[in-house]
């Protein structure tokens, strides 16, 4: 076969392009990842590999679309396996392909061995986007011991310097932008917590050092994982950089027993010539579209009643919260902790999902009966994957936790976690919340996680105990995803302390995401910021507190949340007629921009992490309306503030900035821009709408 005649697939999106074929050595190779090319032929062919040295064979200098760890490669594989025999190495060749729309699979098998590894592509011609994940078959009778096995491995292209991007963080101060220069060796980024995790988030975006937010290349990515996951960026002596994403393999392993098959979760990757916005916008479009449960369903202003009763809750305090959120323009109210058995602290009652009967005689009907009436909807929080030792679930199985046997069991927040992983535990779960969202009429639940793991045993596990990491997230999936499906009125939220799970795999069941448990409104400038990074702002649930109560205004705390999900957490009994009158006007104001801020295209005009004046703007799909949200926090005098340059709009056309008289054309307000008059700790929303 000529060099020519060896096969090589081209995955086009609307601008961007990624292709793979087989080397002359047969190995399957990556060969192109950057802009859309104007013919087929354009793309680079695989080249012939020599070796450099003794040291440095073709295997390991090739860019393997899918490395296994064997021969004399030297790099991170994507693939870490045991035989029976005791072979820990694989060897990978190609098999066959086939093409199903934009679906595109390559099937390739050990050299020896009965196994089976087929690399699925998916193409999302719209979004710019390309999702991949990795099937594992065991055709033989002998297991097969899986140690790692990601979802994929990506190639940038070479160029002299990459930057990459990451969120990193910890509890009350998640998804803090990091952009520094790649370096030689491997960099690893993961979580080891059995959830996503505050500290890493399993996004990347790599540059050459260059681009800005709306200018230059950018390849970027993430992970539809709520588990742990790793990602490692190695940087070569050779020039060569290599995106290695997926399931964590620190303590893992899968047993694939004979006819048996594993696949890994689904990643996307994207490229884009226009900035780290555009990529962004990118990531927001396709959660938006493809992966959301209610992608074109506005979420509702809520009031959540935590900070006013704390534990103290009870059908007389919660009736008299409503009223007062009513009034405001609220929408959906929520009770959050403390409503059921036994629930008066943190030391008791997880687990046993049922109304407290010293607080609801009359159970919760009585409440949301009085919710609705006042023309919102219900909400309750709960949080399934815990068990106090003190309840009644526990009493009766304690062996439904996580543990090691003969270790003391460690708890925090004096909470356990219960074994997901077990199919008993699933389908208590399934059965105790299906009745409990049958039996009363709740639109919104906030499913909360509020500690990491710790003894990751199972005693009585079914394969290698190890395999809880991975069984655990799949029971996680099939609990809430049944009850989902039982119960499609209802909204969910994932939580998990805050920002602790957040990714796009728990985003194919909740509808959004509880940011951080700060509500502070200056430090949650940078918070959102960086959560925009990969998610979009109907995600984003964000809440006006009390805790700037008398430090910042009012009007301030609220366009600060007004930016996502609008939701009020404050002690509205506290609040003066004056502070409800404020909260009445600004929910309003929300309500008649929200499709803007929910569905619209995110601009980052101004960067909280880089000054005391930071600027967002939305923009309508159709260019026709925008949004603008600028703060200034504190500036020493003289400030005056720079000029704002929008984005996104239509040049051509007129555009009216409410509260003027003559329009500006798309041109003007983007590139003369918009001069604002701004004192410290202060805020405007400003609405713009095309006019011809």
Known sequence: MTHSALPLWVLETRTAAYSLGLDPDGRLVHTYWGPRLPRSEDYPRPPAVTEWASFNHPAHLALEEYPG??????????LKLSFADGTRDVVLRYDSA???????????????????????????????????????????SAPVTLERVFSAQWHPPQREDYRLSHLTGRWL?????????????????????????????????????????????????ALAWSGNWKLIAERTDFGNVRIGLGLNDWDFAWRLGGGESFETPPAVAGYTPGGFGA?????????????????????????????????DVDERSQAELAELAAEMGIELFVVDDGWFNGRNSDRAGLGDWWPDPAKFPQGLNPLIERVQALGMQFGLWIEPEMVNPDSELYRAHPDWVIHFPRR???????????????????????????????????????????????EPGWPEAPGDPRELWARYVHGLYRVWGTLAERHPQVVWQSCSGGGGRADLGILRLADQIWVSDNTHAAARLQIQEGFSQVFPASTMEAWVTDADRGRLPLEFRFHVSMMGNLGVGGHLARWTPEEREVARAQIALYKRIRPLVQF??????????????????????????????????????????????????DPQARYLLEGEDEPRSGAAWMNAGLRLTLEDFSSAVLCLSRTQ
């Open 69 to 78: 760890y064997g021969a004399p490669k030297y790099i991170e594989p994507a």
């Open 98 to 140: 086939e093409q199903d729309g934009n679906d595109l699979r390559v099937h390739l098998r050990d050299a020896v061995y009965p196994l089976t590894v087929t690399l699925h592509y998916r193409v999302h011609p719209e979004h710019d986007l390309i999702e991949r994940w990795t099937r594992f078959e065991n055709g033989g």
């Open 173 to 221: 101060d998640e998804f803090r932008l990091q952009r520094e220069t790649l370096p030689q060796g491997v960099t690893v980024l993961e979580s080891r917590r059995l959830t996503t995790s505050h500290h890493h988030n399993p996004w990347f975006a790599l540059d050459d050092g260059t681009a800005l937010e709306e200018s230059g290349e950018v390849w970027f990515g």
């Open 279 to 311: 990529a962004s916008r990118a990531l927001h479009r396709y959660i938006r579209d493809r992966v959301l449960p209610r992608p074109q369903e506005p979420r509702k202003v809520l009031y959540n009643s935590w900070e006013a009763t704390l534990f």
């Open 408 to 454: 003391e069991r460690t708890e925090a927040r004096n909470q356990l976690i219960l074994n997901l992983g077990r199919r008993d535990v699933q389908d208590h779960l399934i059965a105790t919340l299906d009745r409990l969202l049958a039996e009363h009429d709740i639109r919104f639940i906030k499913w909360d996680m509020n500690r990491n793991v710790s």
């Open 600 to 649: 619209g295209d995110l601009y980052r005009l101004r960067s909280a992490h880089a000054g005391a004046f930071s600027a967002v703007q939305y923009v309508s799909q159709d260019r026709s309306e925008a949004v603008l949200f600028a703060f200034r926090t504190h500036l020493p005098r003289p400030g005056a503030l720079p000029p704002l340059r929008l984005r996104g709009l």
